[in-house]
């Protein structure tokens, strides 16, 4: 674990003895768009138009944030248009590495380098911040257009829809107001409410983060037994968004944060729903519970210095969810 610091690699926990035992999420430093035309989107500059082939994902299948751009890039038809390479899943001293000896780990199958730092630093040699996945990188020109996997949804949800004939929409003008509601609440204390339940290093961060985290648990359980998703009747980005976190809650979250109020399966329209997305054409293929099991359990020294990975818990995400 550490960042980059005017592009030089410093392996340091994160800072929380500033801020009273709470985790703060940096925000991401590359957020140009790629669009149908190569119009700039609305952050960064233009130029980034949708092409087949042109642009390359680098990803972590332990990580919520990239798992939401494998996701969208199967529901779009994307997979034979923007190719990945695959981090190993353990993030040590180093930071994100190349390593391969993990089943699924791919190595930097475009550059052959070692460190992902390496491919920010491509962009940016004087680059500080932190060295995050997902990146969407631009082959023609030699850089990073976002490493922010919000913008990167919104990208495919839309950008390529000539390209690949796929027009499915997650993201309809007609609930814009509504996601970007529910969106709020869940990146600020579910996404990021289990990260700030689990880094924090004092008993108030903690508690700052985990009754807010089940509240919106709560609340979420609620809206799921008058709707069936998030915003009503259809799926939207903002049900993608919460699922990646939701199908690590129980087998990580749970135990390794401390999140273990109630587990996901004792929320029963919660779990069918998690079920429900779990089973969506071409989202099984995304899951890889051994990375993100295997990342959390070895990358977090402070957390679990032994590195043991817990037995359970035994869940069954094919049963079927019978939601209709
Ligand atoms: N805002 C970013 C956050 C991405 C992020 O934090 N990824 C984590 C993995 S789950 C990471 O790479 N962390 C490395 C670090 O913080 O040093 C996004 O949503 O794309």
């Known amino acids: 674990m550490g960042q980059l610091v005017e592009g030089v690699w410093k392996d340091e926990w994160y800072d929380t003895d500033s801020t009273g035992g709470e985790f703060k999420r940096d925000t991401s430093k590359f957020r140009n768009w790629v669009t149908a035309d190569g119009r700039a989107g609305p952050t960064g500059e233009g130029g980034f138009a949708a092409a087949s082939g042109r642009y390359y994902l ?4 332990a990580c919520p944030w990239a798992h939401r751009t494998m996701i969208f890039r199967a529901l779009k038809g994307l997979e034979e248009h923007i190719d990945v390479s695959v981090v190993h899943p353990e993030m040590l001293k180093e930071g994100w590495e190349f390593r391969t000896d993990f089943d699924g780990a791919t190595g930097d199958r475009q550059f052959g380098l070692d460190y992902l730092r390496q491919v920010y630093l491509k962009t940016d040699p004087k680059m500080s911040g932190r060295v995050t996945v997902p990146i969407l990188w631009d082959r023609e020109t030699g850089r990073i257009v976002s490493n922010e996997s919000a ?3 919104r990208m495919f ?3 390529f829809d000539a390209v690949t004939g796929n027009r499915d929409d997650y993201w ?3 609930l814009r107001d509504r996601i970007a509601e ?3 609440r869940v990146y600020d204390t579910v996404n990021n409410g ?9 008993q108030e961060a903690y508690d700052k983060a985990v009754h807010p985290l089940f509240d919106s648990l709560d609340w979420i359980e609620g809206l799921l037994a008058y709707h069936r998703y998030l915003t009503g009747d259809r799926i939207t980005e903002a049900d993608w968004r919460l699922f990646t976190t939701i199908l690590r809650f129980d087998a990580v979250y749970h135990t390794h944060f401390k999140c273990n109020r109630q587990r996901v399966i004792d929320y029963p329209n919660l779990w069918a729903w998690a079920r429900e997305l779990y089973q969506w054409p071409g989202v099984a293929g995304t899951v890889h519970a051994d990375h993100f099991t295997r990342h959390y359990y070895f ?3 402070m957390i679990n210095p032994n590195r043991i990975i817990p037995i359970g818990p ?3 995400w094919t049963e079927p969810h019978n939601r209709g």
């Open 58 to 61: 680098y990803v972590s299948h």
């Open 151 to 153: 913008d990167i949804i």
């Open 157 to 159: 949800n839309s950008a």
């Open 172 to 174: 309809p003008e007609a």
């Open 182 to 184: 529910v969106n709020d």
């Open 194 to 202: 289990v990260y700030k339940a689990g880094f924090a290093t004092s």
């Open 299 to 301: 990358s977090h020294d």
């Open 314 to 316: 035994r869940i069954d």
